[in-house]
């Protein structure tokens, strides 16, 4: 299996998304996709990019040894961003009061 393949494998098996959703979400033959997974054929740039676009992680994380940052649901097709809740200030009126 090569690094790539198994970054795809991971990131459909942690979506619990099965070999065939994937093909139909991408249009890929299962088949293809398998052998991908296997590292028993080499990924084009355009099959990568439907890939990640399905599984809403970037093409550059596929290729990389870095960790796989998830897009945030809202916005996918842009870059990486993350949810971060607000801060509330002491003393804000919906703060509870003891």
Known sequence: MTPNGAKIREQRNAQKLTLRALADATGLDHGYLSRLERGKRGATPDALARIAGVL???VD????????????PSRSGGPTRYSLRPRRLAGSPDRARD
């Open 56 to 58: 809403e992680i970037p």
């Open 61 to 72: 994380a596929i290729l990389t040894r870095r960790p796989i940052a998830r897009r945030h």
